[in-house]
């Protein structure tokens, strides 16, 4: 935890990174998720971090919970996307 608390600490003034995708941005992503979601999924992103896939993936699907472990990127989320 100390590491991607760190991580997403507000330092500055501005939080960093704004949206973090590790693996991918959700655009080289897209056609492979895209392929098995429709209206009707339920998707839980477990650590999901500030990733905007879960953002992305919830203008289809039926139902999207991102879970993460860090408070302080659980907190950036929610005011982003109260």
Known sequence: ?????SFYKVSD??????????????DALR???MEHVD???KIIDVGCG???VPVELAKTAQEVVGLDY???CIQQMKERFP
């Open 50 to 52: 500030n990733s905007l």
């Open 31 to 33: 056609v492979i998720l």
């Open 1 to 5: 935890l100390g590491y991607w608390e």
């Open 70 to 72: 860090s408070p302080i």
């Open 39 to 41: 209206s009707d999924t």
């Open 13 to 26: 003034g501005k939080q960093k990174p704004e949206f973090y995708d590790w693996y991918y941005e959700f």
